[in-house]
C-alpha cells in the first residue's frame, strides 16, 4: 500500500473518495434512521406507498435528466487542464441548458403519465395527487451540472458535505413527524422539502465557486456548443447508459410494486437499501475515480494500474460491510424496522451479489467514457435490462420478493459480464504488447 501511495493520482483518489465516505457515512446512517421511522411510522402498506410515489418520481427523474455533470468533467476539465476555461464555460453552459430542458420536460410527462401508470405500478388513486405534486421537484432533481462544477474544480468535500443536508433534514422532520403520529401526506412533504432544499445547496455551492475562481462571466445556457466537437453525441450515449442504470432501482421497486403490491415494494426498498449501503466503496470510489481518468494518458500502464488498485482497496473496505448483513441481517432489519419487515431478509441474502460484483466493476464504465466509448456502457446495460424484465415477472410470481431479487442479480451479472467483456477489447488495442 505504501508503494501504491506514491502514485499522485492514488492519493487523489484516496482523498476525495475520503471525503465522499465520510459525509456518506452520515448520510447513511440517517437514510436508515428515515426509513425505520417512516416504515414504523406508516406501516408496511402505507410505507409501500410512499415508496411507490417517491420511486415514481425518481424514475421519470432518470429517464429524462441528461447526466450533464459527465459533459463538464470531460470537456471541462480537459479544457481547465489545457489552460482553456472557455471550453469549460461552454461546457458548463451547455450542461446547464440540457438540466433545464430535460426537468421541464420531464415534469410534464411525468405529470401527464401518472394517470396510464400509477395503476399498474399500485400507487392508489387517491393518492395521486400527492404524486403529482412529488413531480414538481423534477426540475432541480435533474440537475446535474452543480455537481459537474465542483467536481471540476476538485471540490470534493463540498460535494460531499452538501450531500448530507437532503438526509439529516429528513430523518429530523421524520422523527418528528413520528412522534406527532402523521400521515402520509405529510412524509411525502418532508420528501420533498429536504429534496428541494439539498438541490438548490448545491447550485448555491456551484456558483459560489465559480466566482471563486472567476469563471462565472461568460456562461450562457446554449443547445449549440459548436466549440465542443462531439458533445451531442457523448451526452446522448451517457444519458442513455446512465439513465438506465439509474433508474433500474426505482423501476425495479414499481415494478415490484405492480406484481406484488406496496407491500412487496416496501419489502424489496428494505433489502436494497440495506444491500446499497455494502456497495457504498466502489460508489464513492467511482465519483473520485472518472475526474482521474479522463487527465491520464490511456495509452500508459498508469490509468490501468489505478483501476486495478482501486478495485482491490473497495473490495477490500466492502467486504467488512458485506459480512455484517450476511451475519446480523435478520437483527439488524428486525431492530431498525421491526418484525413486520423480517420479510425483507431473505432477499437481502440474494442481494449481496450485487455489492460484490459493484466492487469488483465500478471502474469498468468509467474507463469506457474516458476511451470515448459511450455507447459501450449503454450497450451491456440495454442487455442486462431486457434480461431484467423478461425475468422479473416470472420469477416474482414463483418466488415472491425473493424473485424480483434473483432477477435483479441475474441482470447486474450480465451488465458487468459485457462491460468486462468490452473493455478487454479497447485493452488490448491500445496495450497489443
Known amino acids: ?3 501504491w501511495l506514491k502514485d499522485a493520482h492514488f492519493r487523489s483518489l484516496v482523498k476525495n473518495s475520503g471525503y465522499l465516505a465520510a459525509s456518506r457515512g452520515v448520510a447513511g446512517a440517517c437514510s436508515l434512521a428515515t426509513l425505520a421511522l417512516a416504515g414504523r411510522g406508516l406501516g408496511v402498506l402505507l410505507f409501500g406507498m410512499l415508496i411507490l410515489i417517491t420511486s415514481y418520481t425518481k424514475a421519470a427523474s432518470g429517464v429524462a435528466k441528461f447526466q450533464s455533470w459527465q459533459l463538464i468533467v470531460r470537456y471541462g476539465g480537459q479544457g481547465l487542464a489545457a489552460g482553456n476555461p472557455e471550453q469549460f464555460k461552454s461546457s458548463t453552459g451547455f450542461a446547464a441548458a440540457l438540466d433545464v430542458l430535460s426537468g421541464i420536460v420531464g415534469m410534464i410527462g411525468a405529470v401527464l403519465l401518472l394517470p396510464l401508470i400509477a395503476p399498474a405500478v399500485g400507487i392508489d388513486r387517491q393518492y395521486w395527487w400527492l404524486a403529482m405534486l412529488y413531480c414538481t421537484l423534477l426540475p432541480t432533481m435533474g440537475a446535474a451540472s452543480p455537481n459537474g462544477v465542483l467536481r471540476t474544480l476538485d471540490r470534493f468535500d463540498l460535494i460531499s458535505w452538501s450531500s448530507t443536508l437532503t438526509p439529516i ?3 429530523i422532520m421524520a422523527a418528528v413527524a413520528f412522534a406527532a403520529d402523521a400521515s402520509l401526506p405529510v412524509y411525502v412533504a418532508i420528501w420533498f422539502i429536504s429534496d428541494l432544499a439539498g438541490d438548490a445547496y448545491q447550485w448555491f455551492l456551484a456558483w459560489r465557486e465559480l466566482r471563486r475562481h472567476d469563471l462565472h462571466v461568460g456562461i450562457r445556457p446554449t443547445l449549440k456548443p459548436t466549440d465542443l466537437p462531439g458533445s451531442w453525441k457523448f451526452a446522448i450515449q451517457i444519458n442513455l447508459a446512465v439513465g438506465v442504470q439509474t433508474v433500474w432501482g426505482p423501476i425495479a421497486r414499481l415494478a415490484v410494486g405492480g406484481l406484488l403490491g406496496p407491500t412487496g415494494a416496501a419489502l424489496f426498498r428494505i433489502a436494497s437499501s440495506l444491500a446499497d449501503s455494502a456497495q457504498k466503496p466502489a460508489d464513492l470510489l467511482g465519483k473520485a475515480f472518472y475526474p482521474e481518468i479522463v487527465r491520464m494518458d490511456l495509452k500508459s500502464k498508469k490509468p490501468w494500474r489505478l483501476m486495478l488498485r482501486s478495485a482491490a482497496l473497495a473490495t477490500a473496505i466492502a467486504a467488512f460491510g458485506v459480512a455484517i448483513l450476511i451475519l446480523g441481517g435478520k437483527p439488524i432489519i428486525q431492530l431498525l ?4 419487515f423480517l420479510g425483507a431478509y431473505a432477499p437481502l441474502m440474494v442481494l449481496m451479489i450485487v455489492p460484490v460484483l459493484g ?9 469506457l467514457y474516458a476511451l470515448g466509448k459511450g455507447g459501450a456502457p449503454l450497450r451491456a446495460k440495454l442487455i442486462a435490462s431486457l434480461l ?12 415472491g420478493v425473493v424473485g424480483a431479487a434473483i432477477a435483479f442479480v441475474l441482470a447486474t451479472t450480465i451488465n458487468v459480464g459485457v462491460m468486462i467483456a468490452q473493455l478487454g477489447r479497447q485493452y488490448r488495442r491500445l496495450r497489443p504488447a
Open 359 to 367: 466492487v469488483l466493476s465500478f471502474p469498468l464504465a468509467p474507463m
Open 1 to 3: 500500500m505504501k508503494h
Open 337 to 340: 424496522f421491526g418484525k413486520d
Open 169 to 171: 433534514s429528513r430523518a
Open 388 to 399: 431484467f424484465f423478461i425475468s422479473l415477472a416470472p420469477l416474482s410470481w414463483q418466488f
